[in-house]
């Protein structure tokens, strides 16, 4: 019993330990502030006194009442804290009237001593522990029954930068950061509308992450948003480091290769998905989005494609579209036609196989696999590495590896030319995640091909599809708007039509305000263009 405890999560049982200041704000979770200044200060002592960082400064104030500032010297503002709060305490003259009682206190305190814009109140002694955590500058008065809360934050960001995981072609060159304020600043400045709503929630108990759930309203379906909201705040963790912490949490199917929440950098793309009615998931600490639901269709289109006239962006979709599947049948199909139906080459090229294969000692499956793990190690290593020695690496290493392996007779010079081309398809799908996954399914297709041949690919493929079909996305299913068939979305699948062809936002995600785009501006761009610099028409004259 005590192995099946420990394998599957639960451990022994918690030896008696001192307990930690976790564990006193736990327990005094609804103390208060007692207006006493050295207990509610000896409180917090208790609890941060051991931090170097922890700073407490006493003062008089002006009628030489006794208060106290606390702070972590490396979460805030020094200046903002030496000139608009430190240096207005400490100068401002006692008043003739209005300070009786704690009322009166904290009107003048708030309304003419303290030259700052965020100022808050809180009486819980485990909300104040908390709002210091976050680098606020707590001001604690003697017979005064509510702490006040000065939002000094000051923590070191990373500047806007243009996106390094996803290639902007045409659009906005800025970024992500780390800092969820800055997040939803740059989704304001592209939704100016008051139906941009955020909601913050609180997650992890060590950590204490902020998690804002962005949505408009109007737009997106109260249903989907509640739903959002109910599996953040039912996420119970010690810590939430990174936005994929959170996605293993709230995803759907959790053994599924196939993502079911989309992430992304780009804010220009975050707005476009929430005027679709979807929802965006800011994590601070991380650049990284998540928008939910997702469908598969969303894995291999860009947000390029709707810069682009209709002609070109339907082509280039096409294009990624077949390196994807290229990606993942091509060495299943090369492998099963080798050693299984050979006769469905045509002669010429089947002598030119012959003959490259003549000194390969290994089958075509074994080949195949050897290759692709090959090619799996380098890519890796690749990414691992430092960015100046990892594209040298990239390029000597398969130029060396694959004309080593087919002069040493591991490999045929037609397999190293069909496993390059499956890595250079699966290089053209927008989304990592959805890449990997195809990555994945390819070896679990080129297995079934060695063993079944075609019949394999087939089942092997037939199996993919099933699972493709059942998997949902906050109730979504994944292969909308094909299945189930949606003529509104069709034209924004395989191909992306113009825009003022699709006037209607995705059906699939019930929005409560379906409409798009306003029937006079569609009947204004579809009459007839009426040429007014024409130099065939007759001039007019005066």
């Known amino acids: ?25 736990q327990q005094k979770t609804d103390a208060k502030v007692s207006g006493r200044l050295d207990k509610d200060v000896r409180f917090l002592q208790d609890l941060f006194g051991r931090n170097d960082d922890f700073v407490i400064r006493t003062l008089q104030m002006f009628d030489s009442r006794p208060a106290c500032l606390l702070y972590f010297s490396n979460l805030v503002n020094r200046d903002v804290i030496n000139e608009h709060i430190l240096k207005p305490l400490m100068g401002a003259e006692r008043p003739r009237r209005g300070l009786r009682d704690a009322r009166g206190m904290k009107q003048f305190l708030a309304k003419r001593v303290i030259y700052y814009g965020e100022v808050h109140y809180e009486h819980r002694l485990a909300k104040v ?31 806007v930068e243009q996106p390094e995981t996803e290639q902007v072609i045409r659009g906005g060159r800025d970024g992500f950061t780390e800092l969820l304020a800055t997040n939803v600043t740059l989704l304001r400045y592209r939704l100016q509308t008051p139906n941009f709503r955020v909601q913050m929630l609180t997650i992890g108990r060590a950590t204490k ?32 480091i990174d936005a994929g912490t959170l996605e293993q949490f709230i995803e759907d199917n959790h053994w599924s290769p196939f993502p079911q929440i989309q992430n992304t950098e780009r804010p220009d793309k975050c707005v476009a998905t929430l005027l679709e009615g979807r929802v965006v998931i800011l994590t601070d600490g991380t650049p990284f989005a998540l928008i939910v639901p997702a469908v ?6 860009t947000l390029d494609d709707y810069t682009e006239r209709p002609l070109m962006a339907s082509l280039i979709r096409m294009v990624r579209i077949v390196a994807l599947i290229f990606s993942l049948v091509f060495p299943s199909l090369y492998v099963s036609v080798i050693a299984f139906n050979p006769e469905l080459i045509p002669t010429k090229f089947a002598v030119a196989v012959a003959g490259g294969r003549a000194g390969v000692p290994f089958p075509a499956v074994v080949e195949v696999l050897v290759m692709e793990v090959t090619m799996e190690v380098l890519r890796e290593a690749t990414l691992r590495l430092p960015q100046q020695v990892g594209g040298a690496l990239s390029i000597v290493g398969v130029l060396v590896v694959g004309q080593a392996a087919v002069a040493a007779g591991f490999a045929s010079p037609i397999t190293v030319v069909v496993v390059a081309l499956t890595t250079i398809g699966s290089f053209a799908t927008p989304a990592y995640n959805a890449a990997v996954a195809l990555r994945i399914l390819r070896f679990v297709l080129t297995v079934l091909a ?13 199996a993919i599809t099933h699972h493709m079909l059942s998997l949902r996305s906050f109730g979504v299913p994944y292969l909308s708007p094909i299945v189930p068939g949606d003529w509104q979305g069709l034209k924004d699948s395989w191909l992306r039509a113009p825009l003022w062809w699709m006037p209607r936002r995705p059906r699939h995600l019930f929005p409560q305000d379906p409409t798009r785009l306003a029937p ?6 579809l009459q007839r263009p009426s040429h007014p610099l024409d130099p065939v028409r007759p001039r007019r004259r005066r």
């Open 450 to 462: 060695g063993i079944w041949g075609l019949y394999g690919v087939m089942l092997g493929l037939i």
């Open 296 to 301: 598969f269709t969303q894995f291999y289109q």
């Open 520 to 525: 006079d501006t569609q009947g204004v761009i």
């Open 129 to 159: 522990a908390e709002a210091l955590l976050r680098g606020e500058t707590i001001l604690l008065v003697e017979g005064l029954d509510e702490a006040l809360h000065l939002a000094t934050r000051n923590v070191v960001e990373r500047a």
């Open 1 to 25: 019993m005590t192995v099946w405890n420990r394998w599957f999560g639960r451990g022994p049982e918690r030896s008696s330990r001192p307990p930690t200041p976790s564990d006193i704000l």
């Open 209 to 240: 992450t902020k998690v804002g759930v962005c949505y408009v309203e109007g737009v997106a379906n109260d249903t989907l948003v509640q739903e959002v909201l109910d599996r953040l705040q039912a996420v119970d963790v010690d810590g939430v």
